[in-house]
């Protein structure tokens, strides 16, 4: 192996360190920590996301008496399952949300829910 051949590859090993090192930072700072729930553009419920890895189901009233269910993860919100919402859209369009440009909307309802 000539000298060249081993500068090339210790700078091939930096550059993947630093790579790996970027695209692990930038992952990192898109992990959201609490998912807030919004009735027409009122809070009315925060959740903590920094929790353990197992599912949690969160069972909730909102004033008028609707029942509506959310599950959350480390760094995750699963759709939202509100009784009488008409079409269901919320519960049936929307999977797990991760990350701030991501949101559960229940138009019907006039709920909202963001990460954040
Ligand atoms: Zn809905």
Not at 1 to 9: E, F, N, P, R, S
Not at 89 to 97: A, E, Q, S
Request: proline letters at 2%.
């Amino acid at each position: 192996m000539k000298k060249g051949d081993i500068c090339l590859i210790i700078l091939l090993a930096i550059i993947t360190i630093l790579v790996f090192t970027i695209y692990e930072f930038q992952e990192k700072s898109e992990v959201v920590s609490t998912a807030k729930v919004f009735v027409d553009g009122k809070e009315i419920l925060v959740f903590d996301l920094n929790q353990e890895e197992k599912i949690q189901e969160h069972n909730f009233k909102f004033s008028d008496g609707k029942l509506a269910t959310l599950k959350t993860q480390k760094g995750k919100v699963n759709q939202m399952r509100i009784e009488d919402c008409p079409q269901q859209i919320c519960c049936k369009l929307t999977g797990w949300i991760s990350s701030e440009s991501e949101q559960i909307v229940c138009l019907p309802n006039k709920i909202l829910v963001k990460l954040s």
